[in-house]
């Protein structure tokens, strides 16, 4: 069973270079979250040289993973069952700079 995803993506447009089309989810037996996303293609003049992944904590969002830009995906081990967390993903760009973050996205893990 996979846990109900919130979207709650402020709704403004998307700023230009994030990533798309951000999903979350956490499937029952499972202790983690899935984080997926689509980014430009890779022959793309605009394609990020990697992505960073961030967590809510109870202050601020925190990184909890750089990815190469071949990674579309990032399973987190910290997201708890039971438990609802939200996620952020960014593009770099080969030069270090970050985009934006399309929006917040929360997942309501199941509980046991």
């Given at each position: 069973?996979v846990a109900?995803?919130?979207?709650t993506?402020?709704?403004?447009a998307?700023?230009e270079?994030?990533?798309?089309?951000?999903?979350?989810w956490?499937?029952?037996g499972?202790?983690?979250?899935?984080?997926?996303?689509?980014?430009?293609g890779?022959?793309s003049?605009?394609?990020?040289?990697?992505?960073?992944v961030?967590?809510?904590?109870?202050?601020?969002y925190?990184?909890?993973?750089?990815?190469?830009?071949?990674?579309f995906?990032?399973?987190?081990?910290?997201?708890?069952?039971g438990?609802?967390?939200?996620?952020?993903?960014t593009?770099?760009?080969?030069?270090?700079?970050?985009?934006?973050?399309?929006?917040?996205?929360?997942?309501?893990?199941p509980?046991?």
């Amino acid at each position: 069973m996979v846990a109900t995803e919130l979207d709650t993506t402020p709704s403004v447009a998307t700023p230009e270079g994030s990533p798309l089309s951000v999903e979350v989810w956490s499937a029952e037996g499972d202790e983690g979250n899935q984080v997926t996303w689509r980014g430009l293609g890779e022959d793309s003049p605009e394609a990020a040289g990697g992505y960073r992944v961030f967590r809510w904590n109870p202050a601020t969002y925190e990184k909890i993973a750089d990815l190469d830009r071949h990674g579309f995906e990032y399973f987190d081990t910290g997201g708890k069952r039971g438990t609802t967390s939200y996620y952020w993903v960014t593009a770099v760009a080969a030069d270090g700079t970050e985009s934006l973050p399309a929006g917040d996205w929360a997942v309501t893990a199941p509980a046991q």
